[in-house]
């Protein structure tokens, strides 16, 4: 009996059998070759973040203002910082909106990188809704009572904000605010003056002569649909503190 013939493949290194019983070839060269092409990726991705990062090329060509209309392009632009040419990698967002929120007529505002060249200088303005009068002047106040701009003369269309306290963090200023824009635009706009020296007694001064004693500003809402139909009744003082029992006095 002839002794069986041996597999010589098997004892090379090197060489591993296919499916179909014959060697295949080339496995530590494949190996090899899957090491250099990881080594080369890494090297690309490390060749681009030099690039982008340290040089002009992937760097800032455009930077668009959005959202003005009191501020000029020129002032955001300034606050902002934005260098052309710089690259976008660098650009920190957080830092240029904290720059752009402390411009005195900004209430927020929202940086973007629009790729591969352009940044997004996103702003809102704060908006008057009543003003102050100060020893230098007219001051406009926001809905939330800052103070943010200065007016030549007493706005006409505007109501005008009486209070001790001339904090914008104040909670009667926070309370008047709160109460001056919870109204409808028909009652706003009958409204001459927001009474604020006391957080817990707001009141608003009326056309002809008339006065709303509001109270604090818990439920205004309800306070505020309450006072609407109520003012159509002939009075002076509109009591709207309680909102289970709103009068009219003489």
Do not use: C
Not at 12 to 30: D, E, N
Not at 75 to 90: D, H, I, N, Y
Not at 211 to 227: C, Y
Request: hydrophobic share 40%.
């Amino acid at each position: 009996m002839n002794a069986p013939s041996r597999d010589r493949s098997t004892a090379r290194p090197g060489v591993r059998r296919s499916t179909g019983g014959r060697p295949v070839r080339g496995g530590v060269a494949a190996r090899g070759w899957g090491r250099w092409v990881v080594l080369a990726v890494l090297a690309l991705v490390t060749l681009l973040v030099v690039v982008g990062y340290f040089t002009p090329l992937l760097g800032v060509r455009t930077v668009r203002v959005e959202g003005t209309s009191k501020l000029t392009e020129q002032e955001v632009l300034s606050a902002a910082g934005v260098q052309l040419g710089e690259p976008m990698l660098r650009v920190d967002s957080e830092e240029i909106g904290s720059r752009l929120s402390a411009l005195p007529k900004v209430a927020a505002a929202k940086v973007e990188l629009s790729w591969p060249s352009t940044v997004r200088l996103v702003v809102e303005e704060r908006l008057p809704v009543a003003y102050r009068v100060t020893e230098t002047g007219f001051q406009l106040i926001d809905a939330a009572g800052v103070p943010f701009d200065q007016a030549p003369q007493a706005p006409a269309d505007l109501p005008r904000l009486e209070a001790r306290s001339q904090a914008p963090d104040d909670p009667a200023v926070r309370g008047g605010m709160a109460v001056l824009t919870s109204l409808p635009p028909q009652v706003r706009s009958e409204v001459l003056a927001v009474v604020a020296d006391n957080q817990r007694d707001l009141r608003l001064q009326l056309r002809g002569d008339r006065e709303v004693h509001w109270g604090d500003v818990r439920d205004s809402a309800r306070k505020a649909a309450i006072l609407q139909p109520l003012l159509t009744r002939p009075g002076r003082v509109y009591d709207v503190s309680s909102t289970a029992l709103p009068t009219v006095g003489r």
